[in-house]
């Protein structure tokens, strides 16, 4: 099993920045990824950023390449979500994510992860 705590979400202005954080707990393999996915009003839950925990490899939605990095902390087995010039369309509740194995466009669907986080809201103003 692996336990996931998120934290960070809030209120910002577009423009501005936020910095999501999941604290992860239990069961890993050399394969272990995690991700940050989102879920607005309406749509469907969808990848904002993964990586694979042991190379570092990342993969990114288009709509948040150049405002949005993923990184991990191994030593404090935490996942960061750092989010930059915020845009209203980001409002969503993101989740954080773990799978013990993905490989290539695989770690963008989010049936591969069977661990997760209870969610974050955050909020975009105008």
């Known amino acids: 099993q692996v336990q996931l705590v998120e934290s960070g979400g809030g209120l910002v202005q577009a423009g501005g920045s936020l910095r999501l954080s999941c604290a992860a707990s239990?069961?890993?393999?050399?394969?272990?990824?995690m991700a940050w996915f989102r879920q607005a009003p309406g749509k469907e839950r969808a990848l904002v950023a993964a990586?694979?925990?042991?190379?570092?490899?990342?993969y990114y939605a288009d709509s948040v390449k150049g405002r949005i990095t993923i990184s991990r902390d191994n030593a404090k087995n935490t996942l960061y979500l750092q989010m930059n010039s915020l845009k209203p369309e980001d409002t969503a509740v993101y989740y954080c994510?773990?799978?013990?194995?993905?490989?290539?466009?695989?770690?963008?669907?989010?049936?591969?992860?069977?661990?997760w986080g209870q969610g974050t809201q955050v909020t975009v103003s105008s």
């Open positions: 239990g069961r890993t393999s050399s394969n272990y990824a």
């Open positions: 994510a773990a799978t013990l194995y993905c490989s290539g466009s695989g770690c963008y669907d989010f049936n591969v992860y069977a661990y």
């Open positions: 990586i694979k925990w042991s190379s570092g490899r990342t």
